[in-house]
């Protein structure tokens, strides 16, 4: 059973350009949810897709959004990036919305 | 609102029982997950409790009440390894697990 990979690991970009972050979910996953995670702190809820479709969205600018493709892979985008977009950005698939998270290992964004 | 509490750090011996409390307030309740986090890597699941008492998964077992808005997870035999970010967290609202709430993490530091 292939878990949860994200690309890539580290990241660093600057102030004002575009990230777009890559998640494939656990074999049997139809739920993706992105969480941003800075240093010393609990994961703040990103958004969530299920079957292709935004399942629910946390306090984030609309310069954050994502794809859910076919397999259910996702995608996270960032647009304009600033400096505090710097953190942990982590991708959980799981069964469905209302089932555990299994969490990739992250991507490190830093913006300078 | 939400509110999650849990303590910021603890200190335990090698072989020892330790005990991670957290304190939860939500509009509705649908669940408490624990999940473990070592430094610089993804959270991993640890546990999820619906019902009131006791759920025992081999060294860790973790506890709910849902009328006291309170769990506790619970280490047996503690092992160096265990030394990591415990987290406490709560779907935002009942019957939609899309959205978890986090603690901060209580850090656990085993020590020889």
């Known amino acids: 059973e292939t878990g949860v990979t994200q690309s890539p690991t580290h990241l660093i970009k600057t102030r004002g350009q575009q990230v777009t972050l890559r998640c494939s979910s656990q074999s049997g996953h139809n739920t993706v949810s992105w969480y941003q995670q800075a240093l010393g702190q609990g994961p703040q809820f990103i958004f969530q897709y299920y079957r292709e479709e935004e399942n629910g969205r946390g306090n984030f600018p609309p310069r954050f959004s994502g794809l859910q493709f076919p397999n259910y892979s996702s995608e996270l985008n960032v647009n304009a990036l600033e400096l505090d977009d710097s953190a942990l950005y982590l991708c959980?698939?799981?069964?469905?919305?209302?089932?555990?998270?299994?969490f990739g290992n992250g991507t490190r964004l830093t913006v300078t | 609102g939400q509110n999650i509490d849990q303590p910021t750090e603890m200190t335990a011996t090698e072989g020892a029982i330790v005990q991670i409390n957290c304190t939860y307030q939500t509009s509705g309740f649908n669940g408490l997950f624990w999940y473990q986090q070592h430094a610089g890597e993804a959270p991993t699941f640890l546990s999820y409790?619906?019902l009131d008492g006791l759920e025992e998964k081999g060294r860790f077992s973790s506890f709910l009440s849902r009328s006291k808005g309170y769990s506790y997870l619970l280490l047996k035999e503690l092992q160096m390894k265990d030394s990591a970010s415990y987290l406490c967290?709560?779907?935002?609202?009942?019957?939609?697990?899309?959205?978890?709430?986090w603690g901060l993490g209580t850090s656990l530091a085993v020590n020889p």
């Open positions: 409790n619906v």
């Open positions: 959980a698939s799981s069964l469905g919305p209302n089932s555990p998270l299994h």
């Open positions: 967290a709560v779907p935002e609202n009942a019957g939609n697990n899309r959205k978890l709430i």
